[in-house]
């Protein structure tokens, strides 16, 4: 069978409803924080130099920007057809092939592809302070522009880490020069850059916006995060947790003219936005109640912005419901067992590196907006599931 009847082939099978498999990544910098549900042995998978599992990537269309080393594929999504790890087709194919049947006639006309992803990110200390590239920015060296949300969920985080709190942009009342001056001495000392800026101690159960060009230092509690299908930032802060960030981390997304210029890599900020002295007020994201009935319930995690969106639901035990959406989504089981559609579901307890799990689906438009059989299992345990999709116009502004 070729691969295209396959794809179709599967898709009919699960009623619009894919089963993924799933996605770890590596990154060279920092330390794990063993909470991805990976087992102990398999945290260096692909060996020490490339840094152990960090992330896991959920309904990813991209390759992750990992170094010479990463695989061409490494953090996309591939679809279990049911014929084992050998028998994986890329979720991109699944696009390819089947367009607005999957995504959606609106989503496949204005980006020819599925635009978002989403990951668990889990260091053990805090991370660099970085910005992501706005689109005019990330189109110079042809990229996309990167916003990204935040959530942290209880299931997931029985230790905090070493840092569990998050930087978020500069006082306001920073200078522009103030922060040229640290950039300009990078590869001499300490940029000691989270001087200039705020730290808010994370609060389980709520989340964050961050858009382009807001430069932020994750603390270390695993975050769910929804984010534009891009993976490109620039690392203002060179030594963090104990750990040397050489200059290309703050200058690799920029035109190679450009590589030295101070000025430049300054304007990559969005100004207004770091400096704004009600950054929580405006950036903040407590959970929304979206729709409720006594088998279910339904929050918004991620919303207030252009570009992308969550859900966290929750179906309480031994109960069964009908989920209608409007929009293809991707989804991640962060607790309990069950059905979803035709699929058996279930938490994962412990993974293995290129193996396969029953906790993670793709829903194509046309599923979501017939419904989705979900049944919880347990007689005693939620089951509890976070949806990621592009922003539409259901979500709250």
């Known amino acids: 069978m070729s691969k295209e009847s396959t794809i179709r082939e599967v898709f009919q099978q699960g009623e619009g409803i894919l089963r993924l498999l799933p996605v770890f990544v590596p990154r060279r910098f920092g330390a794990a924080g063993h909470r991805l549900k990976l087992h102990p042995d398999d945290y260096y998978a692909l060996g020490t130099q490339r840094g152990s599992v960090k992330e896991r990537w959920f309904s990813s269309v991209i390759a992750a920007m990992n170094g010479p080393l990463a695989a061409p594929d490494e953090g996309m999504s591939y679809v279990n057809t049911g014929n084992g790890v050998e028998g994986k087709i890329l979720l991109k194919d699944f696009v390819d092939e089947l367009g607005a049947e999957l995504i959606g006639e609106e989503l496949f006309a204005k980006h020819g592809t599925w635009p978002m992803y989403s990951k668990f990110f889990d260091y053990e200390g805090p991370l660099f302070h970085h910005l992501h590239l706005g689109f005019e920015d990330a189109a110079r060296v042809g990229k996309l522009g990167k916003p990204e949300a935040y959530y942290y969920p209880k299931q997931l985080n029985n230790y905090p880490?070493?840092?569990?709190?998050?930087?978020?942009?500069?006082?306001?009342?920073?200078?522009?020069?103030?922060?040229?001056?640290?950039?300009?001495?990078?590869?001499?000392?300490?940029?000691?850059?989270?001087?200039?800026?705020?730290?808010?101690?994370?609060?389980?159960?709520?989340?964050?916006?961050?858009?382009?060009?807001?430069?932020?230092?994750?603390?270390?509690?695993?975050?769910?995060?929804?984010?534009?299908?891009?993976?490109?930032?620039?690392?203002?802060?060179?030594?963090?947790?104990?750990?040397?960030?050489?200059?290309?981390?703050?200058?690799?997304?920029?035109?190679?003219?450009?590589?030295?210029?101070?000025?430049?890599?300054?304007?990559?900020?969005?100004?207004?936005?770091?400096?704004?002295?009600?950054?929580?007020?405006?950036?903040?994201?407590?959970?929304?109640?979206?729709?409720?009935?006594?088998?279910?319930?339904?929050?918004?995690?991620?919303?207030?912005?252009?570009?992308?969106?969550?859900?966290?639901?929750?179906?309480?035990?031994?109960?069964?419901?009908?989920?209608?959406?409007?929009?293809?989504?991707?989804?991640?089981?962060?607790?309990?067992?069950?059905?979803?559609?035709?699929?058996?579901?279930?938490?994962?307890?412990?993974?293995?590196?290129?193996?396969?799990?029953?906790?993670?689906?793709?829903?194509?438009?046309?599923?979501?907006?017939?419904?989705?059989?979900?049944?919880?299992?347990?007689?005693?345990?939620?089951?509890?599931?976070?949806?990621?999709?592009?922003?539409?116009?259901?979500?709250?502004?």
């Open 161 to 397: 880490g070493k840092f569990p709190v998050t930087y978020f942009g500069f006082d306001p009342d920073c200078t522009p020069e103030q922060i040229k001056e640290r950039l300009k001495d990078y590869v001499k000392g300490d940029t000691r850059i989270t001087e200039l800026s705020r730290a808010y101690r994370i609060e389980l159960g709520t989340g964050w916006y961050t858009a382009p060009g807001v430069i932020h230092a994750p603390g270390s509690y695993l975050t769910y995060e929804p984010q534009w299908n891009s993976d490109v930032n620039s690392v203002y802060e060179n030594i963090c947790d104990n750990e040397i960030y050489d200059v290309s981390f703050l200058n690799e997304n920029c035109p190679e003219n450009r590589a030295e210029d101070i000025d430049y890599i300054f304007s990559l900020l969005d100004w207004e936005k770091n400096v704004d002295p009600h950054y929580k007020q405006t950036n903040f994201r407590p959970p929304v109640l979206c729709r409720q009935s006594e088998q279910y319930e339904e929050k918004w995690i991620a919303y207030g912005n252009e570009y992308i969106a969550a859900k966290e639901l929750t179906v309480f035990p031994g109960q069964s419901v009908c989920i209608q959406d409007c929009f293809a989504y991707g989804c991640i089981l962060v607790q309990g067992h069950g059905r979803f559609g035709v699929h058996a579901c279930e938490t994962a307890t412990m993974l293995r590196f290129g193996g396969v799990s029953a906790d993670e689906f793709f829903v194509s438009e046309q599923a979501a907006r017939r419904g989705v059989t979900i049944c919880n299992d347990s007689d005693c345990e939620p089951l509890v599931i976070l949806k990621h999709f592009p922003a539409n116009e259901e979500t709250p502004v």
